[in-house]
């Protein structure tokens, strides 16, 4: 689940919880209100009872009494009131024809609460005043009034959870949003783009992290930097004396040597055209890194070099015994290419089809032309490009590694081959100051297995 559905499920949910407590607590302290109203109600009408039946003994007035019955009779939560004497005889009851009668002490009724109080004179009592009240008319008045209230509660509640979930929302997008330009930032560094920098919108904690991711990314471009002046001038060093061994080995291998010494000489002069070819490539690197890539462009055909770079290298597919074919379609000549950096090119990608492809393989390079291809990110300075495709039916890349292999120094892990990982890394960089793109298919579209390298370069034609 996403960090921003995260948020916004408990802020509702949040929320909800918080009304239901609400209302839950509102509900029985209403209840508790309504409850003790009703009590002190009763309290009230009993005692108002006492003092009509004393006044009415006082008065001897017997339709004050009767009136004031009345009056009980229409209030429905009373089912009866009566006076009785100390002896228990009906003085005065709201039903008329029980009057004279005696009241049965022991006769109880369940759905009635009843109130009793005595009725004196001074020092004299004359009897006692008592009124039933209807508990089934009670409780369906406190239910009348929680339920009004209920649904007070609920109106109420939507309202607060659609404005709640509102404000969650926006404030969700608000930290979500610093949260994206964080981990887009952190990408941006880890696929090497250290000049990316976040805008500073806040200063919560989410300002002051991205304040430090920052600083951080400023101090890895310094190390960066630093690094870079420092194997460059290390490899510049290095490539005086390497000549010297170079050549002077070369001299020597023209004399006529012994076998044993003939073989040192040969040993010799082999590793350092490797080293030779290592140094270069850090310095071909460090030119990429700093953007300062010489390009000698001039009309070129791209079938030419192709087929320069497959002859360099049939030796070695002979070697290992594996079959190569090319095939070309469209205009490929006079193309705005440097020769020399598209050779370097090419021989990087076959000399890793060819090491990567196990004997009796397969190696083959496409070349074509093709128009405003969505992939091709530049499409919009440039329409027509040549793609040229350089595929192998060997061991094939595996698809989580496929987007870092053109980092510098990286090589598939598990597999144990010569190299330093920087070819591909050069290659990108080759492709890229030509304003074209590079990308990495494994299987082959061609054969089903192996990899597929294919470089799209744009076309511009010189008339
Ligand atoms: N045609 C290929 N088939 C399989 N794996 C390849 C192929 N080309 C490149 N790779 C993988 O990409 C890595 C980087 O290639 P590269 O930059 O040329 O370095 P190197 O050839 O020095 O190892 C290689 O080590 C290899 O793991
Ligand atoms: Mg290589």
Same mark, same amino acid.
């Given at each position: 689940?996403?960090?921003?559905?995260?948020?916004?499920?408990?802020?509702?949910?949040?929320?909800?919880?918080?009304?239901?407590?609400?209302?839950?607590?509102?509900?029985?302290?209403?209840?508790?209100?309504?409850?003790?109203?009703?009590?002190?109600?009763?309290?009230?009408?009993?005692?108002?009872?006492?003092?009509?039946?004393?006044?009415?003994?006082?008065?001897?007035?017997?339709?004050?009494?009767?009136?004031?019955?009345?009056?009980?009779?229409?209030?429905?939560?009373?089912?009866?009131?009566?006076?009785?004497?100390?002896?228990?005889?009906?003085?005065?009851?709201?039903?008329?024809?029980?009057?004279?009668?005696?009241?049965?002490?022991?006769?109880?009724?369940?759905?009635?609460?009843?109130?009793?109080? /005595?009725?004196?004179?001074?020092?004299?009592?004359?009897?006692?005043?008592?009124?039933?009240?209807?508990?089934?008319?009670?409780?369906?008045?406190?239910?009348?009034?929680?339920?009004?209230?209920?649904?007070?509660?609920?109106?109420?509640?939507?309202?607060?959870?659609?404005?709640?979930?509102?404000?969650?929302?926006?404030?969700?997008?608000?930290?979500?949003?610093?949260?994206?330009?964080?981990?887009?930032?952190?990408?941006?560094?880890?696929?090497?783009?250290?000049?990316?920098?976040?805008?500073?919108?806040?200063?919560?904690?989410?300002?002051?992290?991205?304040?430090?991711?920052?600083?951080?990314?400023?101090?890895?471009?310094?190390?960066?930097?630093?690094?870079?002046?420092?194997?460059?001038?290390?490899?510049?060093?290095?490539?005086? /004396?390497?000549?010297?061994?170079?050549?002077?080995?070369?001299?020597?291998?023209?004399?006529?040597?012994?076998?044993?010494?003939?073989?040192?000489?040969?040993?010799?002069?082999?590793?350092?055209?490797?080293?030779?070819?290592?140094?270069?490539?850090?310095?071909?690197?460090?030119?990429?890194?700093?953007?300062?890539?010489?390009?000698?462009?001039?009309?070129?055909?791209?079938?030419?070099?192709?087929?320069?770079?497959?002859?360099?290298?049939?030796?070695?597919?002979?070697?290992?015994?594996?079959?190569?074919?090319?095939?070309?379609?469209?205009?490929?000549?006079?193309?705005?290419?440097?020769?020399?950096?598209?050779?370097?090119?090419?021989?990087?990608?076959?000399?890793?089809?060819?090491?990567?492809? /196990?004997?009796?393989?397969?190696?083959?390079?496409?070349?074509?032309?093709?128009?405003?291809?969505?992939?091709?990110?530049?499409?919009?300075?440039?329409?027509?490009?040549?793609?040229?495709?350089?595929?192998?039916?060997?061991?094939?890349?595996?698809?989580?590694?496929?987007?870092?292999?053109?980092?510098?120094?990286?090589?598939?892990?598990?597999?144990?081959?010569?190299?330093?990982?920087?070819?591909?890394?050069?290659?990108?960089?080759?492709?890229?100051?030509?304003?074209?793109?590079?990308?990495?298919?494994?299987?082959?579209?061609?054969?089903?297995?192996?990899?597929?390298?294919?470089?799209?370069?744009?076309?511009?034609?010189?008339?």
């Amino acid at each position: 689940m996403r960090l921003k559905t995260k948020l916004a499920v408990f802020s509702g949910l949040l929320v909800f919880v918080a009304l239901v407590i609400i209302a839950f607590l509102l509900l029985f302290f209403e209840k508790q209100f309504l409850l003790k109203t009703i009590k002190e109600n009763q309290k009230n009408v009993s005692s108002n009872f006492v003092s009509v039946c004393s006044e009415s003994i006082i008065n001897e007035d017997d339709l004050l009494l009767v009136n004031y019955l009345d009056s009980l009779k229409k209030d429905s939560s009373i089912k009866y009131a009566v006076f009785l004497d100390k002896k228990n005889k009906i003085i005065a009851h709201t039903q008329t024809r029980l009057v004279g009668g005696f009241a049965n002490a022991s006769v109880r009724d369940e759905n009635v609460i009843e109130t009793t109080a /005595p009725v004196a004179i001074g020092e004299k009592g004359f009897g006692t005043a008592k009124i039933g009240f209807s508990k089934l008319m009670i409780e369906k008045t406190v239910k009348q009034s929680l339920d009004l209230m209920l649904n007070r509660i609920i109106a109420a509640s939507v309202i607060v959870f659609v404005i709640g979930v509102i404000i969650s929302v926006f404030f969700v997008n608000m930290v979500n949003k610093d949260i994206l330009q964080l981990v887009n930032g952190a990408r941006a560094i880890g696929a090497g783009n250290l000049e990316h920098r976040i805008k500073i919108t806040s200063k919560d904690e989410l300002g002051e992290l991205s304040e430090e991711f920052n600083e951080m990314a400023e101090k890895l471009k310094e190390l960066d930097m630093m690094k870079n002046d420092f194997v460059s001038s290390i490899t510049h060093e290095l490539r005086t /004396p390497l000549s010297a061994i170079k050549g002077y080995s070369e001299l020597l291998l023209e004399e006529d040597l012994n076998d044993i010494i003939k073989n040192y000489t040969l040993t010799i002069r082999d590793n350092s055209v490797r080293l030779g070819n290592f140094i270069n490539n850090i310095l071909d690197l460090a030119k990429i890194e700093a953007g300062m890539v010489e390009l000698d462009k001039k009309p070129g055909d791209i079938t030419k070099i192709v087929q320069e770079t497959l002859d360099f290298y049939k030796p070695l597919f002979n070697k290992k015994n594996i079959v190569f074919k090319s095939e070309h379609s469209g205009i490929l000549h006079s193309i705005n290419v440097d020769s020399d950096k598209i050779r370097q090119v090419l021989a990087n990608l076959i000399g890793n089809a060819i090491k990567f492809t /196990p004997e009796g393989g397969e190696v083959t390079i496409e070349t074509k032309t093709v128009n405003n291809k969505a992939e091709i990110a530049n499409s919009e300075q440039f329409t027509d490009y040549v793609e040229i495709s350089v595929s192998d039916t060997g061991i094939g890349i595996p698809a989580e590694q496929l987007g870092k292999i053109f980092d510098k120094f990286y090589q598939v892990r598990g597999i144990s081959a010569k190299g330093t990982g920087l070819g591909l890394s050069i290659v990108k960089g080759i492709v890229e100051a030509h304003s074209g793109r590079i990308k990495a298919i494994s299987p082959s579209r061609k054969s089903g297995q192996g990899s597929e390298f294919i470089i799209w370069l744009p076309r511009q034609e010189i008339n």
